[in-house]
């Protein structure tokens, strides 16, 4: 068993073992089913106001906050990690949740939940409550007007979904990354997180710091086939699970994962126990391969 940080080489780094969090960056599937649970519930209705909990969470001055109020929800979007509300006369509610924003659909006028609450968007329809249970307050809001200023939030990863298989291999050889740090980063793929990153790696039979650059072409395609399986079948499950409701369990560790968060646990392939490298706040767990 091993704990480790990943150096500029793509070596392990050997030390002593960090307390994770359970919370981490909603991905790619996670997002997908809270536009979903969104668009019934808010599209095509009036956001009427917008009360603040914390001033620290909104991250922009012009347009003001109060021109969002009385503006119909004409659509719903993502951009990386971020999402986006669309409203009318060409204004953007941007919400980036970071690691511990959650959201939670709650009866019209719901009060902010004490120092957990940060924003409570009102609609005709209900009330989106935004909150983080974190001492350090990441999450942000950002109102914006135009489309071009709405691109400044585009960090230029490629949507998996959007691309072929040509496209993905010249992107992951642009730079010579570890695969777990090529598969995480916002300018190369989009929304693609730690916890979905170690799922992909496993399904794909490929170490988290194999090198891109030294990868065959079968082992490209294999990773590109590997990512848009995992996402596609976790975004089903998530959605299954959440049917007409609300996702209220958006958690970095859930017992269907195959290696994430299962840490000296047998892989459910091999059965060779599962390993870690820590590094800052983040996990990686694969298996030997």
Not at 35 to 49: I, N
Not at 195 to 203: F, P, Q, V, W
Not at 256 to 283: D, F, L, T, W
């Given at each position: 068993?091993v704990n480790a940080s990943i150096n500029t080489a793509g070596r392990p780094i050997y030390s002593t073992?960090?307390?994770?969090?359970?919370?981490?960056?909603?991905?790619?599937?996670?997002?997908?089913?809270?536009?979903?649970?969104?668009?019934?519930?808010?599209?095509?209705?009036?956001?009427?106001?917008?009360?603040?909990?914390?001033?620290?969470?909104?991250?922009?001055?012009?347009?003001?906050?109060?021109?969002?109020?009385?503006?119909?929800?004409?659509?719903?979007?993502?951009?990386?990690?971020?999402?986006?509300?669309?409203?009318?006369?060409?204004?953007?509610?941007?919400?980036?949740?970071?690691?511990?924003?959650?959201?939670?659909?709650?009866?019209?006028?719901?009060?902010?939940?004490?120092?957990?609450?940060?924003?409570?968007?009102?609609?005709?329809?209900?009330?989106?409550?935004?909150?983080?249970?974190?001492?350090?307050?990441?999450?942000?809001?950002?109102?914006?007007?135009?489309?071009?200023?709405l691109k400044a939030f585009d960090r230029g990863g490629l949507e998996i979904f959007a691309i072929h298989?040509?496209?993905?291999?010249?992107?992951?050889?642009?730079?010579?990354?570890?695969?777990?740090?090529?598969?995480?980063?916002?300018?190369?793929?989009?929304?693609?997180?730690?916890?979905?990153?170690?799922?992909?790696?496993?399904?794909?039979?490929?170490?988290?710091?194999?090198?891109?650059?030294?990868?065959?072409?079968?082992?490209?395609?294999?990773?590109?086939?590997?990512?848009?399986?995992?996402?596609?079948?976790?975004?089903?499950?998530?959605?299954?699970?959440?049917?007409?409701?609300?996702?209220?369990?958006?958690?970095?560790?859930?017992?269907?994962?195959?290696?994430?968060?299962?840490?000296?646990?047998?892989?459910?392939?091999?059965?060779?126990?599962?390993?870690?490298?820590?590094?800052?706040?983040?996990?990686?767990?694969?298996?030997?391969?």
């Amino acid at each position: 068993m091993v704990n480790a940080s990943i150096n500029t080489a793509g070596r392990p780094i050997y030390s002593t073992p960090a307390p994770l969090s359970s919370t981490r960056v909603p991905e790619y599937p996670d997002l997908t089913v809270y536009l979903q649970s969104l668009e019934p519930r808010v599209l095509g209705h009036t956001l009427q106001r917008v009360r603040l909990g914390s001033p620290f969470l909104l991250r922009s001055v012009e347009p003001p906050l109060s021109s969002v109020n009385g503006k119909r929800v004409i659509g719903l979007s993502r951009i990386g990690k971020r999402l986006v509300i669309a409203l009318e006369q060409q204004l953007f509610l941007v919400i980036h949740l970071m690691i511990a924003g959650r959201l939670q659909w709650k009866p019209s006028g719901a009060r902010l939940p004490g120092r957990a609450g940060l924003a409570g968007f009102d609609f005709d329809s209900g009330t989106l409550v935004l909150t983080e249970v974190s001492t350090r307050k990441r999450a942000s809001l950002h109102v914006v007007q135009g489309e071009h200023a709405l691109k400044a939030f585009d960090r230029g990863g490629l949507e998996i979904f959007a691309i072929h298989l040509d496209q993905f291999a010249e992107r992951l050889r642009s730079e010579n990354h570890t695969l777990k740090r090529a598969l995480t980063d916002p300018r190369l793929f989009s929304a693609i997180g730690n916890a979905y990153g170690d799922e992909i790696l496993h399904r794909a039979r490929l170490s988290p710091v194999k090198l891109t650059r030294s990868m065959s072409g079968e082992e490209i395609a294999r990773l590109f086939e590997a990512i848009r399986g995992s996402l596609t079948e976790w975004t089903q499950r998530l959605k299954a699970e959440v049917g007409e409701g609300w996702p209220e369990k958006v958690t970095a560790f859930r017992p269907q994962m195959a290696v994430h968060g299962r840490y000296k646990e047998p892989c459910p392939v091999c059965r060779s126990p599962v390993q870690r490298i820590v590094h800052a706040e983040n996990e990686t767990n694969w298996r030997n391969m």
